[in-house]
């Protein structure tokens, strides 16, 4: 079973600061297989990146994902104040599809 | 415009069943494989289970340990999640979701969620 590790738990940041968040695998797994989250407090989760490097529809160019093998890295380039939230990443098992997710990291302010 | 809504949720006793419903609107829901993903209070998310696109195939995270059952009707655009021999550690929000089209086939991420049904495993 692969394991996702986050850090840091919380980034505590201010607007217009650049956020960078890690995503460590237990074993490596492919790029194609690894996505992030946003999730807003009272909303449904949003997805911002799949493929480890590729933006969702509508997703600001202000975030970016990056990584291979066994570390991932979400970049937040200059957070605006709707961006404090928690993030997920998700990965995919080659096969069987068995996804799962990391622990989350909080940005706030 | 794409909308998935949950029901089903409520409170139920230990060892007791219940069936979470998704209904689908806004796309080909017979074309995409559909995720369940929970989150129980003050904790992370946590991937449940999916089905293909056909209903042909189910996957489920190791806790799931046979109690869980996924399932869809494409003729009424709607999948289900059956819950047995629930157990306090279950409760949490419920999201449907939708798995994403593309490199990964019909395997891909999740690019669609609903708002989620609360389910609450309580004596």
């Known amino acids: 079973e692969i394991v996702l590790t986050q850090s840091p738990a919380t980034l505590s940041l201010s607007p217009g600061e650049r956020a960078t968040l890690s995503c460590r695998a237990s074993?490596?797994?492919?790029?194609?297989?690894l996505a992030w989250y946003q999730h807003k407090p009272g909303q449904a989760p949003r997805l911002l990146i799949y493929?480890?490097?590729n933006r969702a529809t509508g997703v600001p160019a202000r975030f970016s994902g990056s990584g291979s093998g066994t570390d991932f890295t979400l970049t937040i380039s200059s957070l605006e104040p709707e961006d404090f939230a928690v993030y997920y990443c998700?990965?995919?098992?080659?096969?069987?599809?068995?996804?799962?997710f990391g622990p989350g990291t909080k940005v706030d302010i | 415009q794409v909308h998935l809504v949950e029901s089903g949720g409520g409170v139920v006793q230990p060892g007791m069943s219940l069936r979470l419903a998704c209904a689908a609107s806004?796309?080909?829901?017979?074309?995409?494989?559909m995720h369940w993903v929970r989150q129980a209070p003050g904790k992370g998310l946590e991937w449940v289970a999916i089905?293909?696109?056909?209903?042909?195939?189910?996957y489920y995270a190791d806790f799931v340990k046979g109690r869980f059952t996924i399932s869809r009707d494409n003729s009424k655009n709607t999948q289900y999640l059956q819950l047995s021999s629930l157990r306090a550690e279950d409760t949490a929000l419920y999201y449907c979701?939708?798995?994403?089209?593309?490199?990964?086939?019909?395997?891909?991420?999740?690019?669609?969620w609903g708002q989620g049904t609360m389910v609450t495993v309580s004596s």
């Open positions: 979701a939708r798995g994403r089209l593309g490199a990964s086939g019909t395997w891909g991420p999740i690019d669609i």
């Open positions: 806004g796309f080909t829901f017979s074309s995409y494989a």
């Open positions: 089905i293909s696109f056909d209903g042909n195939n189910e």
């Open positions: 074993q490596t797994i492919s790029s194609s297989y």
């Open positions: 493929d480890a490097s």
């Open positions: 998700q990965q995919r098992n080659r096969w069987p599809p068995i996804f799962t």
